[in-house]
Each structure stands twice: as C-alpha cells, then as structure tokens.
Nanobody, 112 residues
C-alpha cells in the first residue's frame, strides 16, 4: 500500500534552516509528481511546493518562494523540502502528498 513517512521537523530559530524528508513506498515513485503542504494552527492546509516526476519542474507558494527548495531523489524514493530563512509564520505541520495520499506530517516550530 502507499506509504509516506515525513521526518526532519523540530524546533528552529527564526532565520534558521531545516530539511524535511518524505520517504515513499508502495507505488512507482519516479512516475508521480510530489508535493509538500502545511497546516498552521487555526488555518487551512496550504500547498507549499510541488515537483514533477523527473524533478525538472517545480512550483512554490508565494509565501515561500526564494526561501524553500523542493527536490527529489528517485533512486531513494524520497522527496525533500529545504527550508531556509525560516520565519515565525512557517510554523506548521508539514505533510507530504502523492496523488491524494498523505503522510502523518512532521511539526516544524519556528521560535526564538
């Protein structure tokens, strides 16, 4: 069955960096686009970034453009989200998504 397992969350200071990983299994990873979403407290889930199957095309929410980078390693069935220059408002649970399937999420807290 499809399984997505996020990791890499934690507490980080404003201006800091963090890299999230999402390990996928149960489907042919290299043929699917992958996305990262996030849900901040009291907010709707928000699309953060997406990457096409070959990794050549990416897209980002305006709120993270220039600070976050999505990438993938098809040999490892893993998608990453490199987050730099983190802000307080980046605090959220971050979820990996593949064609409607969701991981359990990983909490990122930006706080001084």
């Amino acid at each position: 069955q499809v399984r997505l397992v996020e990791s890499g969350g934690g507490l980080v200071q404003p201006g800091g960096s963090r890299r999230l990983s999402c390990a996928a299994s149960g489907f042919t990873f290299s043929t699917y686009a992958m996305s990262w979403y996030r849900r901040a407290p009291g907010m709707e889930r928000e699309l953060v970034a997406s990457i096409f199957s070959t990794g050549g095309i990416t897209s980002y929410a305006d709120s993270v453009k220039g600070r976050f980078t999505i990438s993938r390693d098809n040999a490892k069935n893993t998608v990453y989200l490199q987050m730099n220059s983190l802000k307080l408002e980046d605090t959220a649970v971050y979820y990996c998504n593949a064609f409607g399937y969701w991981g359990q999420g990983t909490q990122v807290t930006v706080s001084s």
